[in-house]
């Protein structure tokens, strides 16, 4: 099993560029969700999916949106990159009462 | 104030020495979480518990629900345990609210 794969894992963008991070998961697992990672905080919960057809904002939203496109696949796409959104992106996954898997991440700059 | 709070934020030990990473929550949870993160970046879970404690390995994990507290220990450290170990808990909605990590380095 592949588990949570998540592309691509290193991107560059311009400020205003857009971009989607794709992430699958062969687990069956209906929960899937996105964080970012910053220096000196945790993981902080961007959109999360509780099962196919929809979707939910977390704590830091704004400046992304999401598609749950099926049970495997959660994407995450930015619009119009901004600095502020250089971070370490992590998709994740959890079957009902299980623990999460994670994807390798996407290290993601914005200049 | 955080809702999960973890101590140390870093620990360095020796190779042999007894480990003990520490995690505080203040809402209810249905299960916390232990988890590894290498240099690197990948995370990996270690141990999801809702009572009592668990073993893998060298690796124990306890977790005491009416003092709202959970520790990691690490028995017989190895150079190899030198990652970042994070403390996530799980509220009733199911997402995982997550404690900001303690680096642990072990030296030889």
């Known amino acids: 099993n592949a588990g949570v794969t998540q592309t691509p894992k290193f991107q560059v963008l311009k400020t205003g560029q857009s971009m989607t991070l794709q992430c699958a998961q062969d687990?069956?697992?209906?929960?899937m969700y996105w964080y970012r990672q910053d220096p000196g905080m945790g993981l902080r919960l961007i959109y999360y999916?509780?099962?196919?057809?929809?979707?939910d904002k977390g704590e830091v939203p704004n400046g992304y949106n999401v598609s749950r496109l099926n049970k495997r696949e959660f994407s995450l796409r930015l619009e119009s990159a901004a600095p502020s959104q250089t971070s370490v992106y992590f998709c994740?996954?959890?079957?009902?009462?299980?623990?999460?898997?994670f994807g390798q991440g996407t290290r993601l700059t914005v200049v | 104030k955080n809702e999960v709070e973890q101590s140390p934020q870093n620990l360095t030990a020796q190779e042999g020495e007894f480990i003990t990473i520490n995690c505080s929550y203040s809402?209810?949870?249905?299960?916390l979480h232990w988890l590894q993160q290498h240099p690197g970046g990948g995370i990996v879970s270690l141990f999801m518990?809702?009572?009592g404690k668990k073993k893998h390995g060298r690796l124990i994990a306890t977790i005491n629900i009416q003092e709202k507290h959970s520790s990691l220990h690490i028995t017989a450290s190895h150079p190899r345990d030198s990652a970042v170990y994070i403390c996530?808990?799980?509220?009733?909605?199911?997402?995982?609210?997550f404690g900001k990590g303690t680096k642990l380095s072990v030296k030889p």
């Open positions: 687990m069956n697992h209906n929960s």
């Open positions: 996530a808990v799980t509220k009733s909605q199911g997402n995982l609210i």
């Open positions: 999916s509780a099962s196919e057809g929809t979707t």
């Open positions: 994740a996954s959890r079957g009902t009462g299980q623990k999460a898997f």
């Open positions: 809402v209810g949870i249905s299960a």
């Open positions: 518990l809702s009572s």
